[in-house]
């Protein structure tokens, strides 16, 4: 199970590292080129959208790293990077799979009692 939440928390923090990339960079544009109406708008908090294009990804990475030998945090930091992709990007088509993942590594890891068998 360990083995899965790092697989699960990797692959996640990188298609999430993919929306954050795209996400930041929607913002930096709007503000750099202005709003069209109805085509082009500014998000509502641009700072939480930027905050979680670096953080959410970092910390499903970080998790997933640490889920073979630190567990526990490795499923708390897994939980909270795909909490922080859903409160700051929403649940949609690109963010189902990071979400999904994040949060399947997460459980995983929580649940995992003893280390995998090699």
């Given at each position: 199970?360990?083995n899965?939440?790092?697989?699960?928390?990797?692959?996640?923090?990188?298609?999430?590292?993919?929306?954050?990339?795209?996400?930041?960079?929607?913002?930096?544009?709007?503000?750099?080129?202005?709003?069209?109406?109805?085509?082009?708008?500014?998000?509502?908090n641009?700072?939480?959208v930027?905050?979680?294009?670096?953080?959410?990804?970092?910390?499903?990475?970080?998790?997933?790293?640490?889920?073979?030998?630190?567990?526990?945090v490795?499923?708390?930091?897994?939980?909270?990077?795909?909490?922080?992709?859903?409160?700051?990007?929403?649940?949609?088509?690109?963010?189902?799979?990071?979400?999904?993942?994040?949060?399947?590594?997460?459980?995983?890891?929580l649940?995992?009692?003893?280390?995998?068998?090699?």
């Amino acid at each position: 199970m360990r083995n899965a939440a790092l697989t699960l928390g990797i692959i996640g923090g990188i298609i999430g590292m993919i929306v954050g990339f795209f996400s930041y960079g929607y913002t930096q544009f709007v503000e750099w080129f202005g709003e069209v109406p109805d085509l082009v708008e500014q998000v509502e908090n641009v700072r939480l959208v930027r905050a979680v294009s670096l953080l959410s990804p970092l910390l499903a990475i970080a998790g997933g790293a640490m889920a073979r030998s630190q567990a526990t945090v490795g499923g708390v930091l897994m939980l909270a990077s795909s909490a922080g992709m859903y409160w700051g990007f929403g649940f949609n088509f690109a963010t189902m799979f990071p979400i999904a993942m994040a949060g399947l590594g997460g459980l995983l890891a929580l649940l995992a009692r003893q280390p995998d068998k090699a």
